[in-house]
């Protein structure tokens, strides 16, 4: 079946730097890419957005880039901050049914910011 | 305005047992679906609903049942539980599927079954 790869699971950075995260998908027919944040115990919430007809779209310090020729994508946040570690889900539109409007999910990467 | 609703918060099922897992949403989406967060696992797709009376399977259905009578209402049945489970329920809705808009979640179910 159509997946979503995730990587890397875990990752540590020092407070100030920037932090990547990246995905493949595997449906080609996929058009919607949402990043959600979980916050421990919490619900996922989604931070930003990207649809297939756009390469790059940025919300103060966190961005994410589009690549449909290669299937992949990746979140970029700068200038990380304690309250930016979470746990953090790509996700994919994918086809069930005559549905385009699922969404197949990464398994997650845990993202944690040092002081 | 609550957004999407879950009860209970918390459950635990004896082997067999069923039960049923409340979600409501008062925005109005068309879109509803029911996703288990497993560790390790991500957040996998069970059931959804594209509209009232419309329900279909997702990744891993085998276990549970839905229906929709309602755009607010959108209920997932566990008919037998087993322990394989356990997990923590997500219910989430969206306004459209053709534009595939942002998925609001409910607050989580964590079901143990013992």
């Known amino acids: 079946g159509e997946n979503v790869e995730q990587h890397p699971s875990t990752l540590s950075v020092q407070e100030g730097d920037s932090a990547v995260i990246k995905c493949t998908y595997s449906d080609s027919a996929s058009n919607y890419f949402p990043w959600y944040k979980q916050e421990l115990g919490k619900r996922p919430q989604l931070i930003i957005d990207i649809r297939s007809n756009v390469g790059e779209k940025k919300d103060q310090r966190i961005a994410v880039t589009l690549n449909k020729t290669a299937k992949h994508f990746s979140l970029h946040i700068t200038e990380t901050q304690p309250e930016d570690s979470a746990v953090y889900f790509c996700?994919?539109?994918?086809?069930?049914?005559?549905?385009?409007?699922?969404?197949?999910f990464g398994k997650g990467t845990k993202l944690s910011v040092k002081p | 305005n609550a957004g999407v609703t879950q009860t209970p918060k918390f459950q635990v099922l004896k082997t067999g047992q069923s039960m049923t897992l409340q979600c409501a949403q008062d925005?109005?989406?068309?879109?509803m679906s029911w996703y288990r967060q497993d560790p390790g696992m991500g957040l996998r797709l069970i059931h959804y609903s594209v509209g009232a009376g419309i329900t279909d399977q997702g990744e891993v259905p085998n276990g549970y049942n839905v229906s929709r009578s309602t755009t607010e209402d959108f209920p997932l049945r566990l008919l037998s539980a087993a322990p394989s489970q356990t997990s923590v329920y997500f219910c989430?809705?969206?306004?459209?599927?053709?534009?595939?808009?942002?998925?609001?979640f409910g607050q989580g179910t964590r079901l143990t079954v013992v």
């Open positions: 996700a994919a539109s994918i086809r069930y049914g005559g549905s385009q409007g699922n969404l197949i």
């Open positions: 989430a809705s969206s306004y459209e599927t053709g534009l595939n808009t942002e998925a609001f």
């Open positions: 925005m109005n989406h068309e879109y």
